[in-house]
């Protein structure tokens, strides 16, 4: 393996899907990647129920938005301004 200085940037995705049947709350997850590689990710169960797939696309934005880690990471790692 070996690391080298870049400038590519960090890319991120997300998705949700409307609730579950049991619960009406919305599934939701986070991909951030590096290079072409996977480097932080999440899925879980939304904490509120939201009205329409619009809205619980809405939330999972906001919630991988406050996901910061993988550039401060990414910056001090890898040297990424």
């Known amino acids: 393996m070996r690391y080298q200085k870049t ?3 960090i890319v991120g995705f997300s998705d949700a899907n409307r609730g579950c ?3 009406e709350k919305s599934f939701g997850g986070y991909i951030f990647m590096f290079a072409g590689c996977a480097v932080f990710w999440s899925c879980k169960k939304q ?3 939201a009205d329409s797939s619009t809205e619980s696309e809405y939330i999972q934005l906001s919630e991988s938005a406050k996901e910061e ?3 401060q990471y990414c910056e001090g790692i890898y ?3």
């Open 69 to 71: 880690v993988p550039h």
């Open 47 to 49: 904490k509120v129920v």
């Open 21 to 23: 049947p049991e619960d």
């Open 7 to 9: 400038n590519k940037p």
């Open 79 to 81: 040297g990424i301004e």
